[in-house]
Structure formats: structure tokens, C-alpha cells
């Protein structure tokens, strides 16, 4: 298949080693993966914070090169992105496009995936050949879990990781208080939200905490990070990326 | 020939601006910061709200037809909404036909003073009360007190809640945020005849509100009611609560009135069945109320002599007037949303500053009493006090898309608003990422950002607006390289090949 990677705004800028991986992992299992450069942001944070007129514009962007018919599937390292041109990019066509509009993001959004549904619904895959020898625990994200509905894909995939210690995170679909804007317009209770989701975090006593999402992840790892808990964070991606030789790069390490 | 002049639309009536409790003094974040500080309050949610959820998980999973009963609620609703004018005026026929005197009231000034024409009719000073959302929602306590009228609240925790002088703050549990500490100390401070020796211990606590609510059901002779249901085929009206308080209200004063927001209508009496399951399973967990009261205006010998129905539109009609945001005008007030809400389950209810808190409440209440009805709006930080988590609607028993309705209320904020900074910022970034060539700029400067991490790669502290990220969370400095630099990299092209290299030795 001829496979398309949607970098998303965040992880090409700030997350790239999420989105490396992803490449890496769908060209290891025999996919052609594409990057149309012209590709940007889902407007997901335009949306969200009621902006759709500004939304609109990037809305055009990802489907002018994402409808394309060479492209057999889109696939983003990105529940909430996906969930965001699932759902948000009709809301603001059919507000503001026109038929033709309305069309394109009817085509892009029907074969844009999440990495874990790609590879389990359309690839049929759940051992992809992965190594991981730490102890991790698995936040859902509410827009995997609750827009997409990926059930226990991601788990199904982590579990057939070697020598990966899998452990069970309380509380597991209680949102970490990120939320895009939320997070800055509501910063109080945001941080609250997150207290609870870092003190379920670090009683598992896993090493890292994954998840599907850098945006929560970004969150979560902020938090974990300020407070010096010495539990880090990992994208799914990452974990399924890893093997003998461990992917993260020199750079990164180093960064 | 002439055409008539038909005059111009005229919009349809809100909720006033200030009447009754749609509008808190304070924005959400205001309030929730002294919420958040509460550790009592803190401690007092997460407990009570972790036990409903946990009951209501349980007696929804034992249905096999749940999700059925949930599209049947959603559809009659829609159904209900769709067809509002036809089945009210039904609805006033046979009320009306069976001995009630119905009264229309567009808002909640209007609805106040019918109530206490009524009452002040009786030559009564004192009113009992059923606890009733739409009465707290118009004020009418406080309409009633002005009046020189005492209404008594006879829900066990409505009444907690008046006697503390205090505001409710969920739906279904007004004193969620109490404890049996706190109520034993505002009984032994505010209940008359109380015994001084009260301890808190939950049967005596319950004990000593039973002396004292028996003595005003047997001395007062006008009752004020809400409705759960009324059923337009019918003129039914319905009631369903778990302590029996509501149904000596409803059977033994002299005169009843009953104060029903419009949009509490079902049509036929066996759309009830789908109703009476979905809502004690969603709201307190229990697979059937204990009280269901049903009344069908007057009965000679029977019950009260005098039934009178106030039909409450207050913002209700404003908000059918909305193609997508009507859809919360399907809520039975089970409050489920509340529930399993993690914004909820830490503010606790009063930092919604509304008689409707939690999710629901975010939506209907700028829509009920709008959210520009002055600067700075209070209302108008209400859809933004959720992190669109989606929990509400998992749980919603009529399948009401809160997290939809979230972000179209955003959207008629935005639209409302004057130009603020941070639109200029949406404005900038839509425009920066509105092409590869912008966004790869754009790309360029934020990497400037990594002078501002330390050794470790970590932002600890950034500028305005940004510090309330930083207040509590470090950020990554940005990398070296940004993702499409890599991939057009020797070492992007480098990880590729060998990645294929490999997927070509699996196959062989």
C-alpha cells in the first residue's frame, strides 16, 4: 500500500522522534510510506478553542494533498488529530466550503487512520517484531478511546512486545487534563487533572509512560518532568519502532 | 393588492440576566480556582462521585437492551423537540380537561409572580417544596421569601442545602460536597426542636429531619412541585425521587402548583418505560427509583383539591431556536455527565455558578441565559470549562453530544466576541500554517525556543500566556531537526532504506 505519514503540526516541531518511528515501523512492515511536504496542521486547536473560520484554511491544506487518489491510506501518530479530521473537518466545510470541499474532506477523513488501527484493522498485524526490555503502563487518551474508539488495540500491540513489563495503570480513561487550550485557559484545574493522572502514574512504578498522543504525553511528560519523578514518557510508536537495535536516536539523546 | 406588514422577527426570549441562578458573579476559572483550593470539598467529590459512578456502571452493563434504550430516550426526545408547539397545546387541553388551570409563563419573572399570586391567594405564609431544578433555576425561593412567604425544602438534601444557607451543587445530590460532620453541625445550628446531642451518624441524622419535616407536612396547606415527565396524550404529570417527602407534598396539602420547564415532555404514557429505566440507573445507580408519584389533575376526595401548572419557558425557546444546540434541550437531568466529569469532580458544582453544573450545565446554561448579556460575561468561560474528554457523552442516557455542543458554543463565543489577542494569535498561526512554506518558517522560529531550555533540554518557564503552561509543567525544548528536515536528510533516507531492507529480508 501506498501509505501516507501525517507528521501532525506538534510532532513534526516538537515530537519528530514519534514520527520517525512511525515511518521506520510501517516501512518495516512492508508499506510505501509517502510525506507530501505540503502537509501542515488539522486545525484541531482552531476548532476546539471555536476558531472554525480559522480552522478553514488548514482544513483545505490536509485535504489538498491527503484526498489524493495515489494515496491508498493516511496514518497519523495522533489520536486526537485523526479524531479532530474524523469528525471537526465536515463541521467546517459544510459551515463554510463548498460541494467540492465537502467532497475532499469526505475522502481524506474515510482513509486517514491512527497508527494502532492502522496496523491492527487494516494491516492485521499485532506482533510487529518489536523489543522493549522496560517496565511500562499505557494512558489511552480520550480521543483514541472515546472519538476513534480503538478499544484495546494499543494493548494488544504492546503486549506482543519482547520482554516489555506491561503494567496496569489506574484509572486508565480518566483524561490527563490536557485538552489543547484547557490546558492554559484552565490551568488550575488542568493541573489538578493532572496531579492524579502523574500519582497513578508513578504508584505502577513503570519506567515510562506511553500513550498514543504526544500532545498528552506533552502533558503528562511536563508534569513528570517538573516534579523530577524519574518516570519518563514514550510514544506507542517509539515502543513499536524498537528493536535489538533501540531506535531512539544518538540525537536525541543527546538533545 | 396589498401585502400586510408582518413586523419583524422578534428573537425568542431568554432567561432575564438577573433573575434567578443562570449566571455566577465570578468566570469558571475564577471560581474553580477557590474551589480547587477546598481539600475538604476535594476529598468529599471524588469519593461520593467514584461511588455513583461505580453503581452506575454496574446496573447499566446488567441491561442487554441499554444502548437500545438509550437511541429509544434520544428519539423520543428529538420527536418531543421537533413537534414542541403540537404536543404543548395537547398538553394544556387535557390538563386543563381534567380539572388543572394551566399557566404560561416566558420567563422566570413571570413564572414568580404567578407562584406567589397563588400561594398569597391561599393566605398561606408557609409553602412546602418537592426539590424541584426549575424553581432553584427562576430563584423562587428567594421571590417567595421577598414575599413573606417560607418555602420549605422537604428533599432531605435540598434541605440540608437551605438550612446551611447554602448554595446546591449537583443536580440529583444537592449536598454532595457535604459530609455527615458538616450536616450534623448545621442541623444542631439551624433546625428547630433539634437534639442537642446529635452525632452524625447517618440514621440520626435522618431521624431528626423526618420529626421535622412530619410536623410542616401535617400544618401547610400549599406545595410547590417540578415534574420529571409530563405526558401530552394524557395530562399526566410525574415525579420520581427516593425518599417518599416528595409524595406526601404532592398528596396531602389543600392546593399543588407544579412548575415544568416546556421541554419535559413525553408524548404517550408508555414512552414513560423507556424513561423510568434510563433514569434511576444513570443518576443515583438503583435499578428502580423507590417513589414514582404520577398525578392527572384533580380527583373530588383525592389528593389536592387545586392543581395549577406553570409551563416555564425561560430560555428554553431561544435555545430550540438553535439547529445543533437544542439537542440539549433532550436532557432529563439524570446527572450522569456529572459524574464521571474530571473537570466536575474536582471544582464540585457551585464554580459553574448556574442551577445546571457539570458538562450539561456548560451547555445549557449560556444558552438558557445567553453568554454576552453583559461585558465579561460569566457565562461565557462556561463552554471552555471542559477538556472535551467525552466521558459525558459515553454516559448521557438520551445520547446528548456534549462534546459537539462544547465546541459549537465556542464557536458562537468566537463569532460574538470582540477582537481579542487571542484571536489575532489564531488568526497568525492559521495563517503560518496555512501552507508548507509559512509552517516551515514558522518552524524555523520556534527553534529559536531551545536558547530557552536549560542543560537538560527542559523549558521551565515561559512568557505570558504560555506561563500557565509553565506553572506547573516543564515543555521540551524543540529538537535539533524538525521531522520533514529529517526525513529529507541522508540519515532520514538512511533509516528508510534500512527499514526496507528489512521488511525485503521478513518476506525472503
Known amino acids: 500500500m501506498r501509505v501516507a505519514l501525517f507528521a501532525t503540526c506538534l510532532g513534526d516541531t516538537l515530537f519528530p522522534e514519534a514520527v520517525k518511528a512511525t515511518a521506520v515501523l510501517l516501512t518495516r512492515l512492508g508499506q510505501e510510506v509517502v510525506f507530501p511536504p505540503g502537509q501542515t496542521c488539522c486545525g484541531q486547536m482552531h476548532v476546539n478553542t471555536g476558531y472554525q473560520a480559522d480552522a478553514l484554511p488548514l482544513v483545505r491544506n490536509y485535504t489538498a494533498d491527503f484526498a489524493d487518489e495515489s494515496i491508498d491510506a493516511v496514518v497519523a501518530p495522533s489520536g486526537s488529530c485523526v479524531g479532530s479530521i474524523r469528525h471537526q473537518h465536515e463541521i467546517v466545510a459544510e459551515r463554510y466550503g463548498d460541494r467540492s470541499l465537502r467532497e475532499r474532506v469526505e475522502r481524506a477523513g474515510a482513509k486517514t487512520y491512527e497508527l494502532s488501527e492502522f496496523l491492527v484493522d487494516v494491516l492485521g498485524v499485532t506482533d510487529v517484531g518489536a523489543r522493549f526490555p522496560h517496565r511500562v503502563t499505557y494512558h489511552p487518551t480520550c480521543h483514541s478511546l472515546r472519538m476513534l474508539r480503538v478499544g484495546d488495540k494499543p494493548l494488544r500491540l504492546l503486549e506482543q512486545v519482547r520482554e516489555i513489563d506491561l503494567v496496569e495503570l489506574p484509572r486508565a480513561e480518566e483524561c490527563c487534563g490536557f485538552g489543547g487550550t484547557f490546558a492554559l485557559k484552565n490551568s488550575e484545574t488542568s493541573t489538578a487533572m493532572l496531579s492524579d493522572k502523574m500519582r497513578a502514574v508513578t504508584t505502577t512504578g513503570a519506567e515510562f509512560c506511553s500513550a498514543g498522543d504526544s500532545s498528552c504525553l506533552m502533558h503528562i511528560g511536563g508534569g513528570l518532568s517538573r516534579l523530577r519523578t524519574g518516570t519518563g514518557t514514550v510514544h506507542l510508536a517509539e515502543i513499536l519502532a524498537s528493536t535489538e537495535q533501540r531506535f531512539r536516536s544518538e540525537e536525541e539523546v543527546s538533545a | ?508
Open chain 2, 1 to 508: 393588492m396589498s401585502s400586510a406588514f408582518l413586523g419583524f422577527p422578534t428573537p425568542p426570549p431568554r432567561a432575564p440576566y438577573a433573575t434567578g441562578h443562570l449566571r455566577g458573579d465570578q468566570s469558571f476559572p475564577e471560581a474553580a480556582h477557590t474551589a480547587l483550593d477546598d481539600t475538604q470539598q476535594r476529598r468529599n467529590l471524588g469519593k461520593a462521585t467514584a461511588t455513583i459512578r461505580g453503581k452506575r456502571d454496574q446496573v447499566a452493563d446488567e441491561l442487554p437492551d441499554w444502548e437500545e434504550l438509550r437511541s429509544a430516550g434520544s428519539a423520543l426526545k428529538a420527536d418531543v423537540l421537533a413537534r414542541l408547539p403540537e404536543l404543548l397545546e395537547r398538553f394544556e387541553r387535557e390538563v386543563t380537561e381534567r380539572g388543572g388551570v394551566v399557566h404560561w409563563a416566558r420567563d422566570a419573572d413571570e413564572a414568580n409572580e404567578i407562584v406567589t399570586r397563588l400561594v398569597a391567594d391561599k393566605d398561606s405564609d408557609e409553602v412546602l417544596k418537592v426539590k424541584s431544578m426549575a424553581t432553584q433555576e427562576i430563584g423562587l425561593n428567594e421571590h417567595l421569601g421577598s414575599a413573606g412567604i417560607s418555602p420549605v425544602e422537604t428533599d432531605l438534601a435540598e434541605l440540608i442545602v437551605q438550612l446551611g444557607a447554602d448554595r446546591p451543587s449537583h443536580i440529583l445530590v444537592p449536598a454532595i460536597h457535604r459530609n455527615r460532620a458538616e450536616i450534623r453541625d448545621i442541623f444542631l445550628r439551624e433546625m428547630p426542636g433539634v437534639d442537642p446531642n446529635l452525632d452524625d451518624d447517618p440514621v440520626r441524622l435522618a431521624e431528626e429531619a423526618r420529626k421535622y419535616l412530619r410536623s410542616k407536612f401535617m400544618s401547610t396547606r400549599v406545595a410547590i412541585s417540578g415534574a420529571n415527565f409530563g405526558v401530552a396524550d394524557t395530562g399526566t404529570l410525574s415525579v420520581v425521587e427516593s425518599e417518599g417527602n416528595g409524595r406526601m407534598c404532592l398528596t396531602m396539602p389543600e392546593t399543588l402548583i407544579t412548575v415544568m420547564g416546556i421541554e419535559k415532555l413525553v408524548p404517550s404514557f408508555t414512552d414513560l418505560e423507556v424513561f423510568l429505566q434510563l433514569l434511576p440507573r444513570s443518576s443515583t445507580g438503583e435499578r428502580m427509583n423507590p417513589y414514582t408519584s404520577m398525578w392527572t389533575g384533580v380527583t373530588e376526595g383525592d389528593g389536592p383539591e387545586e392543581f395549577h401548572l406553570v409551563l416555564l419557558d425561560n430560555g428554553r425557546s431561544a435555545t430550540l431556536a438553535d439547529g445543533v444546540g437544542r439537542e440539549a434541550l433532550q436532557c432529563i437531568r439524570c446527572s450522569a455527565c456529572l459524574n464521571v466529569c474530571p473537570v466536575y469532580e474536582r471544582t464540585g458544582g457551585k464554580a459553574y455558578g448556574s442551577t445546571y453544573p457539570g458538562p450539561i450545565g456548560a451547555v445549557l446554561t449560556p444558552q438558557l441565559a445567553g453568554m454576552h448579556e453583559s461585558r465579561d460575561d460569566p457565562n461565557a468561560s462556561l463552554p471552555y470549562a471542559s477538556s472535551l474528554c467525552g466521558a459525558c457523552y459515553d454516559v448521557c442516557p438520551v445520547k446528548i453530544d456534549i462534546p459537539s455542543l462544547l465546541v459549537e458554543l465556542r464557536h458562537q463565543h468566537v463569532e460574538q466576541s470582540r477582537y481579542t489577542a487571542e484571536a489575532a494569535m489564531m488568526r497568525a498561526s492559521s495563517l503560518a500554517m496555512s501552507s508548507a512554506k509559512r509552517f516551515t518558517k514558522a518552524q524555523r522560529a520556534s527553534r529559536l525556543g531551545r536558547v530557552l531550555g536549560g542543560a537538560d533540554g527542559r523549558i521551565s518557564a515561559l512568557p505570558p500566556p504560555l506561563n500557565a503552561w509553565t506553572s506547573a509543567r516543564d515543555l521540551p525544548a524543540p529538537p535539533k531537526r524538525t521531522f520533514r528536515e529529517w526525513w529529507d536528510s541522508e540519515d532520514g533516507r538512511e533509516a528508510v532504506r534500512a527499514a526496507r531492507r528489512e521488511a525485503e529480508r521478513g518476506e525472503s
